[in-house]
């Protein structure tokens, strides 16, 4: 008999998860205790902006004319365990309040909950990322708490995919990672993935602490990157060189690559960031700290970018207070193609110069809402050219495709002063200098 899946927690790993398991043939049953967001999934609307996502959940969802219907949605646990022969844990692990750890708080209530309600055999997969040493703990407590006892196993099956490109991340992994401590788990993973397995997409059985050391050793290599590039991007303005000519270069050789070596603003997101710091907590507690002092310095040359940003427009604005001073910000999420701004590099900067008495002006196509409940002091305006309307200078902070096709002629006609500024290395310097601006970029040679 087919398998049945479950998906406990219903953000963008979740929703895109339970999803794509739909798409690959599997009755899936999501779970989280939001109403708000079942109410939505339900309806077949994506609580939040991923392309490709809201098709790939309304070909599925129950209920929703023309779908498969392989895709329901509940709030009961006690559902959720009857129903399930493997049952994935997507809850998030933020960044613990005014400390580097993170809060394991979701998933040891995902865990709690499912457990009395595990009477068969079953297998309980962690995707959320952990703290190293959290699946031995969490295996433990499975077995003592649910009534199958050591029936009731587990797995860890770290999660890469990236905001953007979830739906493809997911149904097309370019690994897929699992921990396991049996043959039966394994063989369990391998039915689910049955599919990506077949299209090539490698399949590495390890133990539970690598299957956790890989999800964060891999975001902190990506966070690595960045911050090297940012790094060498202040050597080249010490010394008149291009970082992106550098980067290309350098890209060349395929030990090193080109991709991640943008040089900007910086990372952000609910990932990288705080993984970092999560990880260097975690080394601490295990008497290993040494070995990731290092990606304190990656943390801090990658926040020290935002505040570079901010020096880079007064400098430009001449040098004094920003007070009366009018500042487009085209870009207000942490990457292009979503519409999350937590711990945005973008919102950042605009919020430093808001704070020092610029009038702030921010656009960004996907993500007002959020950035307007974040920050509801900055003004919003509701397209690049009403933000850039009267300003002395525009910041470009997320790279947008929108923002790559903008006219800078047009532009220029609405602003107070033709001077932009290009955090994240992406604009054409060229056609902006052609049509009259000065044109500034991290790590690049100036007007
Ligand atoms: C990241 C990882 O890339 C995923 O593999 C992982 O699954 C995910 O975290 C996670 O842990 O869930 P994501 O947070 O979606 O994915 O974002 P990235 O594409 O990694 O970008 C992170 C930040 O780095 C963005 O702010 C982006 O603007 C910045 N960045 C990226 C640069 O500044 N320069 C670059 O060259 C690349």
Redesign the pocket.
């Known amino acids: 008999m087919a398998l049945k899946i479950t998906v406990i927690g219903t953000g963008?790993?979740g929703a895109t998860h339970a999803a794509a398991m739909a798409e690959l043939g599997f009755e899936v049953m999501g779970l989280d205790v939001v109403p708000e967001k079942i109410d939505k999934l339900r309806r077949g609307e994506v609580p939040m902006y991923e392309p490709g996502l809201e098709e790939l959940l309304r070909r599925h969802v129950a209920g929703i004319e023309g779908s498969t219907g392989r895709l329901r949605f509940t709030m009961d646990w006690a559902e959720l365990g009857e129903f399930g022969d493997v049952h994935f844990v997507c809850v998030n692990t933020p960044q613990r309040h005014g400390e580097y750890a993170c809060d394991m708080s979701y998933v040891d209530s995902a865990i709690a909950s499912l457990a009395p309600h595990l009477k068969g055999p079953a297998l309980v997969v962690g995707k959320s990322?952990v703290p190293v040493g959290s699946a031995d703990r969490l295996a433990a407590y499975l077995a003592e708490h649910a009534p199958a006892g050591a029936d009731a196993e587990l797995a860890w099956n770290?999660?890469?995919?990236?905001?953007?490109?979830?739906v493809q991340?997911t149904l097309h992994p370019d690994r897929i990672v699992v921990g396991v401590r049996s043959e039966r788990s394994e063989k369990l993973l391998r039915e689910v993935y049955a599919t990506p397995i077949e299209e090539g997409s490698p399949f590495v059985v390890t133990d539970f602490p690598t299957a956790e050391l890989v999800?964060t050793s891999?975001?902190s290599f990506?966070?690595t990157?960045?911050s090297f590039?940012?790094a060498m991007a202040e050597l080249c303005e010490a010394t008149g060189g291009d970082v992106a000519k550098l980067a290309e270069a350098i890209g060349y050789d395929d030990r090193i690559g080109r991709?991640?070596?943008?040089?900007?603003?910086?990372?952000?997101?609910?990932?990288?960031p705080k993984?970092i710091r999560a990880f260097m907590a975690r080394a601490g507690e295990l008497g290993a700290d040494q070995a990731l002092t290092f990606l304190r310095e990656i943390d801090s040359i990658n926040m020290r970018q935002r505040g570079r940003m901010v020096e880079l427009t007064r400098q430009e604005l001449g040098g004094g207070p920003f007070l009366g001073k009018r500042v487009a910000v085209l870009g207000a999420t942490?990457?292009?193609d979503?519409d999350?701004v937590r711990d945005?590099?973008a919102l950042n900067v605009a919020g430093q110069i808001h704070l020092q008495g610029g009038q702030v002006t921010v656009y960004d196509p996907k993500g007002m809402d959020n950035a307007r409940s974040l920050f509801p002091t900055l003004g919003y305006a509701d397209s690049a050219l009403e933000a850039v309307r009267g300003a002395h200078v525009v910041l470009h902070l997320?790279?947008w495709r929108e923002f790559r096709e903008l006219d800078p002629a047009e532009l220029g006609e609405a602003a107070a002063e033709r001077v932009v500024l290009d955090g994240?290395n992406a604009l054409d310097a060229e056609a902006w200098r052609r049509a009259g601006w000065r044109f500034r970029a991290m790590g690049r040679p100036g007007a």
């Not at 770290?158 to 979830?166: C, S, T, V, Y």
């Not at 991709?259 to 990288?272: D, E």
Request: glycine share 12%; net charge positive.
């Open positions: 963008y790993l990322t770290p999660e890469f995919l990236r905001e953007g490109f979830a991340d999800k891999a975001n990506l966070a990157k960045i590039i940012n991709k991640f070596l943008r040089a900007g603003i910086g990372f952000g997101g609910g990932c990288l993984d942490f990457k292009p979503s999350d945005s590099p997320t790279e994240r």
